[in-house]
């Protein structure tokens, strides 16, 4: 019984040190999720505007563009992969990996090849572990991203897009990641940046709406090729920031799970011990009281 006892104990001192780690792991996610938040606030106006001139722009230039037209057959896709540099944030980088899998199926069974872009320690760790060849990654600062890495990335996507596809480059790019949606809710996201999806303008205009006049100077062509940098640059960044808003979300919601999972054992582990502590006094004074009355008997028979 004491050695229960001792076993008891030991798990009890267990829980409550796990429960004083992802407490501290709850409070820094917590810490760091309104200054993210705040970072998206920030960037998602602008990418908004970029991307609604942009659009703009394509739509209403009527001229082909590399970047804006759809070409005739696409034989290679890319898929740019945003997960975590660290774990112990629930389903946050494996709800990404799922839909870059069915991404994968879907685009296969197009008929085109698959060309990956890894951003994050898990999605490079998930590929190596399947022994899956990715032609760049990027790993550290998820959590807080910077803009150089968001360019990095984008001159990586474009030049590669500039390219021919036989010679190794891709016809269309799409990025996967976790949008951040609330504390609650985080939704993995699945956009095709290249060629141009004209994001605005999916609802027909009213008819009171005016478009407005655009003058291009020196010519078209050249405002598309000083614009179309700028909004994957601002649309990948805006993705980095979605991400780690939503990485700390997830790792904030883990680790209070965690941390009620562990106060739970710490309970059921104490109710555990106090009965095995009843039960070995139960039986000590079992022991007394039968010692007792064994030296009254043989003190009445001398």
């Known amino acids: 019984m004491g ?3 001792r076993v008891y104990r030991q798990k009890i001192k267990s ?3 796990t429960k004083k780690i992802t407490r501290a792991m709850e409070l820094i996610s ?7 938040q705040q970072r998206v606030a920030a960037s998602t106006p602008y990418s908004r505007a970029v991307t609604r001139a942009v659009s703009a722009v394509a739509t209403y230039s009527n001229i082909d563009h590399p970047l804006t037209t ?10 740019v992969i945003f997960t975590s540099d660290r774990g ?3 389903a946050f980088s494996s709800n990404v990996l799922k839909e870059v899998e069915q991404l994968t199926t879907l685009l296969k069974s197009q008929g085109k090849d698959v060309v990956y872009y890894l951003v994050g320690r898990k999605a490079v760790g998930y590929f190596n572990f399947r022994r899956r060849i990715a ?6 600062g998820t959590d807080l991203p910077e803009f150089d890495t968001a360019k990095a990335i984008a ?3 474009l030049a590669d897009f500039n390219t021919e596809a036989k010679e190794g480059g891709v016809d269309e790019i799409h990025m996967v990641y976790n949008r951040f949606v609330s504390m609650i809710a985080q939704v993995p996201e699945v956009v095709r940046l290249l060629p141009l999806e004209v994001v605005e303008g999916i609802e027909p205009p009213s008819k009171s ?3 407005p006049l655009y003058e291009f100077e020196p010519d078209v062509n050249k405002v598309l090729d000083a614009l179309l940098p700028v909004y994957i640059e601002s649309r990948i960044f805006n993705a980095m920031l979605q991400s780690a808003a939503s990485e700390h979300a997830a790792r904030q919601k883990a680790m209070k799970s965690a941390t009620d999972n562990a106060q739970k054992l710490i309970l059921n582990y104490t109710q555990l011990s106090n009965q095995a502590r009843q039960s070995e006094i139960t039986q000590q004074i079992s022991e007394i009281v039968g010692g007792a009355d064994a030296l009254s008997t043989k003190g009445d028979e001398d």
């Open 3 to 5: 050695a229960q006892l």
């Open 15 to 17: 829980a409550q040190t």
């Open 30 to 36: 917590a810490s760091r999720i309104y200054k993210a």
């Open 70 to 79: 759809e070409p005739e057959t696409i034989d290679r896709a890319a898929i």
């Open 88 to 90: 112990l944030a629930g």
């Open 135 to 140: 032609r760049q990654q990027w790993i550290g």
């Open 155 to 157: 001159d990586a996507v």
């Open 209 to 211: 709406e005016v478009f």
